[in-house]
């Protein structure tokens, strides 16, 4: 059974880090480009980053430029997004996303989302 | 930075009804579109990739077209469980963009 399964949201300071991490499974995770994809209380979808399959592709909104990494352990099947000197503004529930397709190219849609995680950045 | 339009931002329909929702890209993204579901509460689901091509398991009445900058998501039959709002994205280039969304109601 294909899945994600996001990790590490919680309430966290302005000014603060967090990482975020999703744990897939019933796929190999080696093969697909990943994104991390946001989506602000009662507001619509937002793109946060891409990751191309072995990690040397990495793409960001301008909205985390400089703040948030992107990176990914295929032997742990894992993908993360350390989120640093967070914002207000950053909090949502953040979603992981597979991109289809075996080319492992970032530039794809994407059709197995995990459940998400929601971050919640106040003082 | 190529910008996504949607229209209209909310939509009330019977069921049975044909419904159209339309995307429009500020430049031209060839077919580098796809259309999502997000029930409310929900995770977004995959509808259309390629701006025509269904995703699989996805029902018949959901079709896409379009090329270039105007794309159509139509759903020829509307059905209850279709209440949700819908996203077109588009995914040739960085910045991955998303439409601000379609609430689609029954009447």
């Known amino acids: 059974q294909v899945q994600l399964v996001e990790s590490g949201g919680g309430v966290v300071q302005p000014g603060r880090s967090r990482r975020l991490s999703c744990a897939v499974s019933?796929?190999?995770?080696?093969?697909?480009?990943m994104h991390w994809v946001r989506q602000a209380p009662g507001k619509g979808l937002e793109w946060v980053a891409v990751i191309s399959y072995d990690g040397n592709d990495k793409y960001y909104a301008d909205s985390v430029k400089g703040r948030f990494t992107i990176s990914r352990d295929n032997y742990k099947n894992t993908l993360y997004l350390e989120m640093n000197s967070l914002r207000t503004e950053d909090t949502a529930v953040y979603y992981c996303a597979r991109v289809r397709g075996l080319s492992g190219s970032p530039f794809g849609a994407s059709d197995i989302w995990g459940q998400g995680t929601k971050v919640t950045v106040s003082s | 930075d190529i910008q996504m339009t949607q229209s209209p931002s909310s939509l009330s329909a019977s069921v049975g009804d044909r419904v159209t929702i339309t995307c429009r890209a500020s430049q031209g993204i060839s077919n580098y579109l796809a259309w999502f579901q997000q029930k409310p509460g929900k995770v977004p689901k995959l509808l259309i990739y390629?701006?025509?091509t269904l995703q699989s398991g996805v029902p018949f009445r959901f079709s896409g077209s379009g090329s270039g900058t105007d794309f159509t998501l139509t759903i020829s039959s509307l059905q209850p469980e279709d209440v949700a709002t819908y996203y077109c994205q588009k995914y040739n280039s960085v910045p991955i963009t998303f439409g601000q969304g379609t609430r689609l109601e029954i009447k």
């Open positions: 019933g796929f190999t995770l080696s093969s697909y480009a």
């Open positions: 390629a701006a025509s």
